[in-house]
């Protein structure tokens, strides 16, 4: 069932603003950047206007989950304090409206895609939205700590979208970093909500750290870090990339490996415990940032 609407503030006029705010850029940014790189590490390069037209796709689908997202938890998001002025929940927008964008953005993505570059590529997407807003958002997170778990494939799916779109198939490459991604994806989370926790709780929202407590999601952090480890520096040794890719993975894998041992093998809860986990939150974004632009530089420059 969904949240009920009169449980939100009153609604008053929204603006444009409002609408790209459902959107959730920070996350878009993160998603269009992937998209992109894996449209770029491609061996086939794309026509330009094609290219941009993915790029457009996967930012517009993006987006649409986002509006979904925040459609059906805007009664979490009111409990919240890093959520609690969003549209819905702060009164400035009504829920039918916001379903409405997103059903749109999320159709419109999928229908470009396939009839101006590819049905792969728009199947990839496809998938991606319903898993991020079914898969994940509907179903796993109101029931499970391991939502994060299995919801993170929904952000692996952009550069096998991106890869797909440039050559119309997918190879080895793509799918490893997907397993990268979506490895990434819980000591990224699990960091952020260690020090987030109050808002989960009082939202009600199984987390990892509500449910089993933070030295148990400590650990979790830590563990997920191994095998994400093993995905990010092997396609350098398989010959997928090249020493450019290879270095940047090794040193910065290193760094990711050391951080999370340090939240993960820790049982106090200090002011350094605190510092250490928004130190590794705050690095992951940037790893994956660097780490897939590695992967271009090394594809471009080393072919």
Partial sequence: MTPA?????PVLPADWRDFVALTKPRVMTLV??????GMLAAPVMINPVLGFVTILCIAVGAGGCGALNMWYEADLDRHMKRTRNRPLPAGRMERPAALQFGMTLCVASVLVLGLAVNVLAAAILALSILFYVVVYTIWLK???PQNIVIGGAAGAFPALIGWAAATGRVDALPVLMFAFVF???PPHFWSLALFVR???AAAGVPMLPVVAGEDATRRQVFLYTLPMAVA??????LHETGAIYG???VVLTGWFLYLAIRVGLSHERDPAQMIAERRLFRFSILYLFVMFGALVADRLILG
Avoid: E, N
């Avoid at 609407?5 to 503030?9: C, D, M, N, V």
């Avoid at 269009?32 to 790189?37: S, Y």
């Fill in 198 to 200: 109050p808002d989960y």
């Fill in 142 to 144: 109101r029931r499970t």
């Fill in 232 to 237: 990010a520096i092997a396609p350098w040794p």
């Fill in 5 to 9: 609407a009169s449980t939100l503030s």
């Fill in 247 to 249: 270095g940047a993975a």
């Fill in 32 to 37: 269009v950047f992937t998209g992109l790189c």
């Fill in 183 to 185: 490895l990434w994806t």
